[in-house]
């Protein structure tokens, strides 16, 4: 699936009109016009076809969470220090066997510092994508760990940070229930009872998840 592809079901999906792109794409201070947004949905045969770039899809994501959600507040952490372009998560499995196993590296946006919607599979280059995926192996394999394992990544300038080790299944993970062969639960339990791990393959074209978070007050006595 081609970032077109993505950019097209996100439109249908979301019923959003080319004006809608236009005032998204705004919000992040990229520019861009109804023929220009045309042009990408056109088929590659077509002579305006236009390839959607990383960046274009990465800026629209951006734009897409401020849209729906409103702008984040200034943050006081690591992410002001460096250039954070784009943040994605690396579900690896391992068994007691040493067995791999790793689901599609998945896209990350968060509000207020809490992820917001995850999208697998990412969007960003196989190089950086294969680096994660690299790493997150190689820190499994230090740690001789047994289970799954969360490895989110900052992107910076094609560098990538390690931002969180999360030593269970995982938010980012959860689309796995509904379009992967086999969840990141079930992954889980066959790693620390020694069974051979699942199929990790998406049953999908690509998968959001959307983070709910529900605020309950509590009466005590």
């Known amino acids: 699936m081609t970032n077109n592809d993505i950019l097209k079901k996100l439109r249908v999906a979301l019923q959003l009109k080319d004006t ?6 705004g919000l992040v201070n990229f520019r861009v016009t109804k023929s220009e947004i045309n042009a990408l949905y056109r088929n590659e045969d077509h002579p305006k076809f236009m390839e959607c770039k990383d960046q274009f899809l990465r800026n629209f994501l951006n734009g897409l969470i401020i849209h729906k959600r409103g702008p984040m507040p200034p943050k006081k952490n690591i992410e002001q220090k460096i250039a954070l372009d ?10 007691e066997d040493g ?3 790793l689901f599609m ?4 946006a968060h509000v207020d510092g809490i992820l917001d919607i995850s999208i697998a599979p990412s969007h960003l280059s196989s190089q950086l994508l ?3 995926k690299l790493a997150a ?9 047994v289970g799954v394992l969360a490895v989110e990544f900052f992107v910076s300038d094609n560098n990538l940070f390690v931002n969180e080790l999360a030593p269970r299944p995982h938010n980012s993970g959860h689309w796995t229930i ?3 062969r086999t969840s990141q639960f079930e992954q889980h339990l066959r790693a620390i009872l020694d069974l051979p791990l699942g199929d990790p393959t998406m049953t999908a074209p690509f998968a959001v998840m959307g983070n709910m978070l529900v605020m309950t007050r509590i009466r005590v006595g």
């Open 20 to 25: 809608d792109i236009v005032e998204i794409m």
């Open 86 to 95: 784009a943040e994605f998560s690396v579900i690896i499995s391992r068994g």
């Open 99 to 101: 067995e791999i196993a």
């Open 105 to 108: 590296p998945t896209h990350n």
């Open 130 to 132: 294969d680096q994660g």
């Open 137 to 145: 192996t190689k820190i499994a394999e230090m740690l001789n760990y």
């Open 178 to 180: 509904d379009a992967a």
